[in-house]
RNA sequence: GGCUAGGUAGCUCAGCUGGUUAGAGCACACGACUCAUAAUCGUGGGGUCGAGGGUUCGAGUCCCUCCCUCGCCA
């Protein structure tokens, strides 16, 4: 039995994420998760919110709400809303947790220990209305370059020229609206990457198994133009960790915040420290899967992403680790995914384009979902959702062959034989050669699904499913019945058998379709499949089985019509 | 403009280090079956593998040029 640890790239607080973030970290992560587990491997499945920095701050104050509160009633939605995924993690934490507090800290402690923070006084635009300094990209005016009347402090989007806030002709606040603005001196510590670059780069080059899309783009950072840059690690914001140096204050620093991009990733390891505090367990708890000084030597570390996230986990997160000189768990495979793209365009979070999860969970179950979205896992390329193609896949994959496979053989197995897994019968070739084709094609899945080949695990778990499909058909127990009711009786046993191993093996996809299977078999045993013969034997005949409503129903070509013509247009 | 990836049947995609008639699912046509959610199973049609050069006995697979899409960066 191995030890995996798992995290999936932490949600923003601020609002509810749509399919493409869903599909680019948490789901592939979840289903990664439930496999290993399935497997009998020892899992911890770790996600959390992202909660600080500006737009948080924003969007409580919109709200009218305290940034406090409004960060604890979003994590409180978009908790529930991974529960109607079924995303099994076994925490979900709050990077504003007082774990994450106290561990952003002491790394920021330890690497300033190290000599690796670098404190740098700068200029930056203050809002005397807003009584805060404001971000770059919250600051309007006209550019300079162009004319354009509403570019932002870092680009003008018009012109794309790159700007400083300065450069701004009649600079005003994007919160307010205010022109009151200051350039005030301010002081900052700054995280001094090109110092570790040379460890970074070797810990790059080690990674001989990682695709190409991950390393291109760490190389790019670690190597473009003047190389990887040194980082600011604070901001002058209320809303964030305060900076400390450990648990003792920082001088000159005092009112300041780490910036979200420095706490975040930290909140992996926090978060599995709160999920020992959740179980009451101790620090020996969650240590043994974060230190290699302390039980996690054995650990294997997956990490699931979008690949806008690959530069924070490649670089700067492991910096953060390198640098503080302690022996915490480093990655040891990083799987990064593409854009999902929503008819004919991209989905977005700002401008609320594409469907969004708690409006998908409104219409359909989540293993609708769960299946066509993973099927369609933007690994190689991005990849499109369409309404035609959810709906055709759906329908064929879900509702004909898998679901339509259990309601024949339960029904006929009911108007047959009565309520009992029947007995009777010799097994024989076609049986033997079922068993043969159906191992292959498990041991194919199995390893697909170790190496996160999300697409083509899924291909073959639907061959799989279509394999019972051919042996029904060949065997034809609805015709050997007449003639000869054993051997009838034998098969659908044989059925009944298969449609307890598909539970197990489909549960990682849609884990509410195969606890209904389980069900209808009358097993609750969901031992792994290994030995896939002795497998087909589990169920004795005299078990008693259901009938459970079909397990999928179809999409019609209405709802698809209406859906399509909901969400074509803006969430606001 | 620089960089990554991609451009393969109507659609969504596989095709590892170059090697017999280029594959799968869906869709389509025909056939079988009738236990089942008008489900299932079988057979078949359909592609000059973005364009043009080149290397090679042989290229979707390597090299060069160009076109297009997406993203990142500037």
């Not at 198994?209 to 209320?238: C, F, M, V």
């Not at 409006?359 to 499109?384: K, T, V």
């Not at 309404?387 to 898998?402: G, I, P």
């Not at 003639?483 to 059925?495: G, H, K, N, T, V």
Request: hydrophobic share 40%.
């Amino acid at each position: 039995m191995a030890r995996i640890l798992i995290t999936s790239a932490i949600p923003y607080i601020n609002g509810i994420k749509h399919l493409g973030n869903l599909v680019g970290s948490q789901l592939p992560a979840d289903l990664f998760a439930r496999f290993m587990r399935g497997r009998g491997h020892e899992v911890m499945f770790i996600c959390a919110t992202d909660e600080h920095g500006t737009p948080a701050e924003l969007a409580a104050a919109k709200a009218g709400v305290p940034v406090e509160q409004f960060c604890a009633d979003m994590h409180k939605v978009q908790a529930d809303i991974a529960a109607g995924f079924r995303l099994s993690f076994d925490h979900f934490g709050r990077s504003s947790s007082q774990r994450n507090h106290r561990l952003t800290q002491h790394f920021a402690g330890r690497l300033a220990e190290a000599g690796l923070i670098a404190e740098v006084s700068e200029k930056q635009v203050f809002s005397v209305d807003d009584n805060r300094f404001l971000p770059d990209r919250y600051i309007t005016g006209t550019c300079p370059n162009c004319g354009y009347e509403s570019a932002r402090g870092d680009q003008c989007e018009n012109c794309t020229k790159q700007l400083d806030p300065t450069d701004l002709i009649n600079p005003r606040s994007s919160i307010s609206g205010s022109t009151n603005l200051e350039v005030r001196q301010t002081k900052h510590l700054y995280l001094k990457q090109r110092a570790l670059k040379a460890k970074l780069e070797a810990w790059i080059d080690s990674k001989k198994d990682w695709p190409i899309l991950t390393t291109s783009i760490a190389k790019k950072w670690l190597n473009d133009g003047d190389g990887l840059q040194d980082r600011g690690i604070t901001r002058d914001l209320y809303w964030g960790i305060p900076v400390k140096k450990g648990d003792q204050p920082w001088p000159g620093m005092e009112g300041k915040v780490f910036y979200v991009w420095f706490d975040a990733p930290i909140e992996y390891i926090a978060g599995t420290a709160e999920w020992a505090d959740a179980h009451g367990l101790d620090d020996a708890a969650w240590e043994r899967w974060w230190r290699t000084d302390k039980g996690a030597a054995d650990v294997t570390y997956y990490q699931f992403m979008g690949k806008d996230n690959v530069p924070f986990h490649t670089l700067s997160f492991p910096a953060t680790i390198l640098g503080s000189g302690e022996p915490w768990k480093l990655v040891d495979y990083l799987k990064s995914f593409n854009y999902l793209n929503y008819d004919g365009g991209q989905f977005s979070t700002s401008q609320g384009r594409g469907i969004f999860m708690d409006q998908a969970l409104s219409i359909l179950p989540s293993d609708y979902w769960r299946w066509w979205l993973l099927s369609h896992a933007p690994e190689s390329s991005d990849s499109e959702f369409t309404w035609e193609n959810f709906q055709a896949s759906v329908n064929k994959d879900l509702a004909d062959v898998l679901g339509n496979l259990v309601s024949r053989v339960t029904k006929f197995a009911r108007s047959k034989f009565g309520d009992v897994i029947p007995a009777g019968g010799t097994p024989g070739a076609r049986e033997a050669a079922l068993i043969d084709a159906l191992t292959t094609q498990l041991r194919s899945y199995e390893a697909n699904m170790a190496a996160m080949e999300v697409r083509k695990s899924a291909a073959d778990l639907r061959a799989l499913w279509v394999a019972g499909n051919e042996y029904l058909q060949a065997a034809a127990p609805w015709t050997v019945v007449k003639s000869d009711p054993d051997q009838a009786a034998m098969m659908i046993r044989l059925a009944m058998n298969l449609i307890r191993v598909y539970a197990i093996i489909s549960r990682p996809f849609i884990p509410d379709a195969a606890a209904a299977m389980m069900h209808a078999v009358g097993s609750a045993d969901w031992t792994w499949p290994d030995d896939l013969a002795a497998a087909m034997q589990t169920l004795p005949a005299g078990t008693g089985f259901n009938v459970p409503e079909n397990l999928f129903r179809k999409i019609t070509d209405e709802e698809r019509a209406d859906w399509q013509q909901r969400f074509a247009g803006i969430r606001t």
